[in-house]
């Protein structure tokens, strides 16, 4: 290991340390006098050598980030080992994040980040399931149910999928909540018990445990306090750590764009979307993103029971024309990669079919009973899913002339269901699983007076009428037609 000179050491004419440990010690005296905040030092440079310290120092890896150096497989693992064992002092482990949020990480770089924090726990051992293993994830948007039909949909063709997923913050709604809407339904399940699943039914919906990628939720924690949640190299480790530790073969990805999505800009959009399919392949797993646009909520449903009631109906062959739409692809493309659909005409043929023939929906009931869940919401969701106290219809006044559905803004229909209790502001925030918004609009749909708009599920009058205001607001006319917009907009990789 070398340092290149600094000011010190040429003011003291020494160009070369005789020997390694001195090098060490000469090194470390001279960077205490110009140690930066977080323990950065201006004075470390990293050169090539057959020397391998045994252990690589925080500084080292922050500065040579720092300085736009693209970093070695073990730089970054020492980066990642340090988050999870708590050998990098959160100061250095937020220096060295604001250091890739502001430089950046190649393809190279990003792959070696994700395979660290994957193997900073326990990878899923799912050889004992026979089937081709694939799974789907999400951005976030509003609406987004998509996981939870799409998933017994796919397994009824053949493919396995285990299935991780998370819960709701902020606008988005989360899997995990939206299950929990089920009552007994379970997804804290242990890696013993989400394996043995697996093996049996080849499908599962659960939380992330503890044991898998560990890093990421130590370093999440950080991001989220020292803005750097929008650096597209730690999103990608963070989603595919994750994913990839479950036990897959193959992975698809929904990156969403508009204003309800947590990326705005299609353009970055594509770019995380070509981010994490390049890390992907770098770490032997075949990938596919779909980028699909989230100007409108997907479906008729926010809220978490109403989302599942919507599912449902899905599984029944009743689902709101954008909501399938998506489905159809991000299932068709989950078939191919996992190779038992040769062409994507063919796969979404099969999904059709698992519809039509009742298999998908006995497999979600399969999956339901098979996680504590009370299997009469799949018969009758009214009767068997918590329902609000109020509900209130959002019409077109008669003063109005009504008229074709021009925009239905999601990030205010969002706002209007966090409103109701939907969802979270913060984490420790607890979800009313009854309130949302069903029966929404869409656009391209025409409207006369007196038609309505949404309906408002809520548990108090006051979070009713400011979710009345906020859906009244969110919507927007034309007098002339207006032509319902692609959702599917481009396929990468």
Known sequence: MR??????????????????????????????????LAGVCACFRRMNTSAKPARLFPQHVIAAKRDSQKLTREEIDAF??????????????SAMLMAICIRGMDTDETAALTGAMMHSGVIADLSGVR?????KHSTGGVGDKVSIHLAPMVAACGVAVPMMSGRGLGHTGGTLDKLEAI?????????????????RLGIAL??????????????????????TVESIPLITGSILSKKLAEGIDSLVLD?????????????????????????????????????????????RAVGNALEIAECIGCLRGRGPEDLMEVTYALGSHMLVLAGVGQTLPTARIRLENAIASGAALAKFRELVVAQGGDPRVLDDPEAFLPQARLKSAVVVSDNDEGGCVAGVDAMEIALAALRLGAGRARAEDKIDHAVGISHLAKVGESIPPGGTLAVIHANDEAALADARARVAGAITFSRIPVTPPAIVDEVIG
């Open 255 to 299: 990156v969403k764009f508009g204003a309800g999505a947590f990326m705005k800009d299609k353009a970055r959009a594509r770019e995380l979307a070509t981010t994490m399919v390049g890390a992907c392949r770098r770490l032997g797993k075949p990938a596919r993103a779909l980028l699909t646009a989230m100007e409108q909520p997907l479906g």
């Open 183 to 199: 009552p007994g339904f379970r997804v804290g399940l242990t890696l013993p018990e989400y394996r043995a699943q697996m093996e």
């Open 206 to 227: 659960i939380g992330q445990t503890g044991e898998l990628a560990p890093a990421d939720k130590k370093l999440y924690s950080l991001r989220d306090v020292t803005g």
């Open 3 to 36: 340092y290149a000179a600094c000011d010190m050491r040429r003011a003291t004419g020494k160009s070369r340390l005789g020997s390694l440990r001195y090098e060490r010690r000469a090194a470390c005296i001279a960077c205490e006098a110009c140690l930066h």
């Open 131 to 135: 089937l081709p293993k694939a799974d």
């Open 80 to 93: 990642v080992r340090g988050a999870t064992d708590g050998s990098w002092a959160d100061y250095q482990l």
